[in-house]
């Protein structure tokens, strides 16, 4: 009989299941995206790398620097900023800036999400996983960084494809914005086997 789980979970390791990679990944947000006001939050800001941009132009080369910003509350709210200007410090600022104005909101269910999810952004791919309360963030640093400034406690979570920072930090954040609330993912697998199995009675009628 098949294993029917996608991430099996040993003492400290992940294993990565062939089916998994079945699933349908996400790679936009679905559903109407609500507008938060970062000024009624208190908000804790994360740098997550900077890098020397070079641009070649008429007159030489165009040196400035580009900053990856992470900022959250630790209580279901999460943004991303990447931002670039000649000077770090205000590659840094205007990437808070528009980390605050991309602000999600994120379902949190006792310390973990609500159910397993995969998003696709770019190159980069990510699958998240609910873990029991004291399990820990099994989960690359970037993803680590998304989680903890979201107030999200335990999950596990593998990363494929390219290295980026700047595409795995934006597929944990799709991910997150398409994580349905606890109710509704209780609700959405039910729905799904009551449809698979009207789709197989009526196979049956058509072949008797």
Do not use: C, Y
Request: glycine share 10%.
């Amino acid at each position: 009989m098949a294993e029917s789980r996608h991430l099996l979970r040993l003492p400290g390791k992940l294993v990565w299941n062939s089916e998994s990679k079945f699933m349908k990944a996400v790679t936009k947000v679905i559903g109407k995206k609500e507008k938060i006001d970062a000024s009624e939050l208190s908000l804790e800001e994360k740098l997550l790398g900077i890098d020397r941009v070079t641009k070649v132009v008429k007159g030489g080369r165009h040196l400035r620097f580009r900053a990856l910003v992470v900022v959250g509350d630790g209580q279901g709210h999460v943004g991303f900023g990447l931002a670039k200007a000649a000077a770090v410090p205000e590659a840094v600022r205007k990437a808070g800036a528009m980390a605050r104005k991309g602000l999600i909101e994120v379902p949190i269910k006792d310390g973990t999400i609500p159910h397993e999810i995969l998003a696709k952004f770019g190159a980069s791919k990510i699958l998240l996983k609910p873990a029991a309360p004291g399990t820990g963030l099994i989960v690359s640093n970037t993803a680590r960084a998304v989680l903890e400034l979201a107030g999200i406690k335990d999950a596990l979570g593998k990363s494929l494809g390219g290295p980026s920072k700047i595409n795995l930090a934006k597929a944990t954040l799709l991910a997150l914005a398409n994580l349905r609330k606890s109710k509704e993912a209780e609700i959405q697998p039910a729905l799904t086997d009551v449809s698979a199995r009207e789709a197989q009675e009526e196979n049956v009628d058509e072949t008797e």
